[in-house]
């Protein structure tokens, strides 16, 4: 069975989405899920903390590439962090970083957050 | 390594199994001397092939089967992945405007693209009843214990 877990924390209203083990096409579903979750909860600043996500396929970056439009033009955004190399590469390969914010670190994804509020 | 040495998995069409395959893939592949980043690759390459053959060949019937060989020689890693769905054209390997896609809010293109990029050579065939896509990856240079 794929191994994937998603847990979610709040800090001064922005949203923490922590992705554990491999996004596939089988496990983008619950990725799809919990974002569906904080849109409809008006929740529209997002941080994705990639820091346990061991493996990304297409489909994972699929997920992403459905909801940032939607979720920006409600004033928010989704920001990336705390990527391995192996994970950043396939983002980077598609051309990602010019269109998302990645961030090394999430304390470096709140600060941006911040500084545009 | 004189000899070819072969090994086969035969998964149902559901994504849920692409764990297996992947799990499958990298053991091969660290059997050929990959190295880390390597197999990740090439577990990248072989998962793409197979989402595509659910989602396109298979219209997600479960109850169709994706047949996946990997044959080790001396030089290449080659990886042969075999369906019975409906054949579709993989198309060109161009980039992936990715802002487009968005805008289109249209997801997929990419992992063909991924595929690609990962493999050193990727040929599509269909034959009578089945598509049959072949993956290469060339081994790393294997020092000679003489």
Known sequence: MSDFEINNRSINGLEIIELRGELDAHTAAQLETALQKLIALKNYKIIVNCHELEYISSAGLGVFMAYIEDVRSLGGDIKLSNMSPKVYNVFDLLGFPTLYDILNDEADAIEQFNIKT | ?146
């Open chain 2, 1 to 146: 390594m004189a000899d070819a040495v072969k090994h086969t998995i035969t998964i149902p069409a559901s994504t849920e199994y692409l764990v297996q395959v992947r799990e499958f893939v990298a053991k091969c592949a660290r059997q050929a001397d990959f190295m880390e980043t390597d197999i990740g690759d090439i577990r990248l390459a072989v998962d793409e092939a197979c989402t595509n053959i659910i989602k396109h060949a298979y219209k997600y019937d479960r109850n169709q089967e994706i047949y996946v060989q990997i044959e080790i020689n001396k030089n290449w890693l080659n990886i042969t992945l075999l369906d019975s769905g409906i054949g579709f054209d993989p198309g060109n390997s161009k980039k992936p405007d990715i802002q487009e896609s968005i805008r289109q809010k249209k997801r997929g293109g990419m992992g063909i693209y991924l595929i690609k990029k990962f493999m050193n050579k990727v040929e599509y065939s269909h034959n009578g009843t089945m598509n049959e896509i072949r993956m290469k990856k060339m081994r790393p240079s294997i020092v000679s214990e003489d």
